[in-house]
């Protein structure tokens, strides 16, 4: 069964930062791209961040390059998110999700929190 899982998420102050986990389980990551997507209030879902877990090449949405940097660690099949000199504007519910791989399907996590609020 595959199974992506966030952590990390919370309430943190306008300047702060925060690290967000996925944990992928369930399948092969050969050939796959993860990342994290978010969704605002109101707002349609985009994408933030991608990473190849073959070769580590990234991708960063513009408002979050050089605040926001995308990790991998293949041996434990986790990605992760840490996001520095965070902004009221990326308070979003933040997903985890394949952004491509070998197949059309695109594997979701449930979402994580993240509330940056004074």
């Known amino acids: 069964q595959v199974q992506l899982v966030e952590s990390g998420g919370g309430l943190v102050q306008p300047g702060g930062s925060l690290r967000l986990s996925c944990a992928a389980s369930?399948?092969?990551?050969?050939?796959?791209?993860i990342g994290w997507y978010r969704q605002a209030p109101g707002k349609e879902r985009e994408g933030v961040s991608c990473?190849?877990?073959?070769?580590?090449?990234?991708s960063y949405e513009d408002s979050v390059k050089g605040r926001f940097t995308i990790s991998r660690d293949n041996d434990k099949y986790t990605v992760y998110l840490l996001m520095d000199s965070l902004k009221p504007e990326d308070t979003a519910v933040y997903y985890c999700?394949?952004?491509?791989?070998?197949?059309?399907?695109?594997?979701w996590g449930q979402g994580t929190q993240v509330t940056v609020s004074s």
């Open positions: 999700a394949t952004c491509y791989g070998p197949t059309p399907q695109q594997y």
């Open positions: 990473i190849s877990m073959s070769d580590g090449r990234k």
């Open positions: 369930g399948f092969s990551l050969d050939g796959y791209s």
